[in-house]
T-cell receptor
Framework: NAGVTQTPKFQVLKTGQSMTLQCAQD?????MSWYRQDPGMGLRLIHY???????DQGEVPNGYNVSRSTTEDFPLRLLSAAPSQTSVYFC???????????????FGQGTRLTVV | KNQVEQSPQSLIILEGKNCTLQ??????????LRWYKQDTGRGPVSLTI?????NTKSNGRYTATLDADTKQSSLHITASQLSDSASYIC????????????FGKGTSLLVTP
């Protein structure tokens, strides 16, 4: 199993450009999520999905779109990049966080995005 | 507001020494608490997960404790190694909050020879 795979690892965008960060998992996990990590701050939830066809907003969703057409893939789209979106983005997946299972979340390697 | 506070912010120790990292939280109602290790330039990797009924859990040289009454957790690292140099993140989730995880800012640990 590859786990959670994110692409690209690094990206530089100009202000106003759009792009898609890719995330794929091969563990058949129901739950997938996107976080951003900024210096001096904890990871913050952008969007999440509890299964194919179902997505919802997290703490900082503005400027980002997501979709979940398959269980495996959960891409994050930046509609019109802004310097404030310069950050490290992490995708995570888990089997379930509900009930007694409390399974762990697996994180991708991250995408370091710079918007100039 | 659900919050997770970690201390110290950073720590430097000599190889072979022990250390303890702290986590205080106000997340309610409590579901579980996790400790993650994040190496520079990598994603977080889970060390332990504890639910309300668990007050200690070990993973090799890492031992996490949980006091749900005082809402405190600690991560104890025994006989530190250079490879333990990383950021250690405390994460708490609440019941009935969907799938939201509340992340601390992390403790940056440097182990020196």
């Amino acid at each position: 199993n590859a786990g959670v795979t994110q692409t690209p690892k690094f990206q530089v965008l100009k202000t106003g450009q759009s792009m898609t960060l890719q995330c794929a998992q091969d563990m058949n996990h129901e739950y997938m999520s996107w976080y951003r990590q900024d210096p001096g701050m904890g990871l913050r939830l952008i969007h999440y999905s509890v299964g194919a066809g179902i997505t919802d907003q997290g703490e900082v969703p503005n400027g980002y779109n997501v979709s979940r057409s398959t269980t495996e893939d959960f891409p994050l789209r930046l509609l019109s990049a802004a310097p404030s979106q310069t950050s490290v983005y992490f995708c995570a997946s888990s089997y379930s966080d509900r009930g007694p299972m409390n399974t762990e979340a697996f994180f991708g390697q991250g995408t370091r995005l710079t918007v100039v | 507001k659900n919050q997770v506070e970690q201390s110290p912010q950073s720590l430097i120790i000599l190889e072979g020494k022990n250390c303890t990292l702290q986590c205080n939280y106000t997340v309610s109602p409590f579901s579980n608490l996790r400790w993650y290790k994040q190496d520079t330039g990598r994603g977080p990797v889970s060390l332990t997960i504890m639910t309300f009924s668990e007050n200690t859990k070990s993973n090799g040289r890492y031992t996490a404790t949980l006091d749900a009454d005082t809402k405190q957790s600690s991560l104890h690292i025994t006989a530190s190694q250079l490879s333990d140099s990383a950021s250690y993140i405390c994460v708490v989730s609440a019941k009935n909050s969907g799938y939201a995880l509340n992340f601390g800012k992390g403790t940056s640990l440097l182990v020196t020879p």
